[in-house]
């Protein structure tokens, strides 16, 4: 057990809906990074946020967006979904800004249909 | 691209066998590496971590890799696998001092008992 927990485990929705993803890192990070874990792209880095802001982006695409609130959990947002959308959504923290040790969660697997 | 690249998409060993595996980085300036291990059906696991110093590091189970600067590669070797090493091995890493992780499409191994 990492000590990163996420919610939900499993989730299916249909195109164009949209769904929020919840992330609670470790407790004492303050970075909260996500991934999206797929066959064909493999691990792809999204986004960073540190102690509530923004730190750095990746390959995460304007349909989706992300927050990290003041009690540091952070969630992702995707909305109008696409079958390709359909991945192994994971969350990682870290104790400071940059990602020298990240432990990450159990992930969110996400199903459009 | 600034990237990280694992040679090997699949790698089937018996146990007691010797394992390596490759991992090449394709940036400059400040470099941090990692491998990270995902057993099925688990969350990613840190094994080990390069940031500076001795070029050979030593992660848990028995995992080490060895930095090599002109080669500019990171493999990650076992003397010795067993069954329960069977999982999917990420080499990864932030470009410079940018927090955009990269991860490799990431190396299956299968050891067989």
């Known amino acids: 057990d990492s000590g990163v927990t996420q919610t939900p485990k499993h989730l299916i929705t249909a195109t164009g809906q949209r769904v929020t993803l919840r992330c609670s890192p470790r407790?004492?990070?303050?970075?909260v990074y996500w991934y999206q874990q797929s066959l064909d792209q493999g691990l792809q880095f999204l986004i960073q946020y540190y102690n509530g802001e923004e730190r750095a982006k990746g390959n995460i695409l304007e349909r989706f967006s992300a927050q990290q609130f003041p009690d540091l959990h952070s969630e992702l947002n995707l909305s109008s979904l696409e079958l390709g959308d359909s991945a192994l959504y994971f969350c990682?923290?870290?104790?400071?800004?940059?990602?020298?040790?990240?432990?990450f969660g159990p992930g969110t697997r996400l199903t459009v249909t | 691209a600034q990237s990280v690249s694992q040679h090997n998409h699949h790698v089937i060993l018996s146990e007691a066998a010797s394992l390596e595996l490759g991992c090449n980085y394709s940036?400059?300036?400040?470099?941090?590496l990692f491998w990270y291990v995902q057993y099925p059906g688990q969350h990613l696991q840190l094994l080990l971590k390069?940031?500076?110093?001795?070029?050979l590091v030593k992660g848990i189970k028995g995992f080490e890799a060895e930095f090599i600067k002109s080669k500019f590669s990171f493999n990650l070797r076992k003397p010795s696998v067993q069954w329960s090493d069977t999982a999917e091995y990420f080499c990864a890493g932030p470009p410079g001092n940018n927090n955009d992780m990269r991860f490799g499409a990431g190396t299956r191994l299968t050891v067989k008992p």
């Open positions: 990682a923290s870290s104790v400071g800004q940059v990602p020298y040790e990240q432990y």
């Open positions: 407790s004492g990070d303050l970075s």
């Open positions: 940036y400059g300036g400040t470099v941090n």
């Open positions: 390069y940031f500076s110093g001795d070029p």
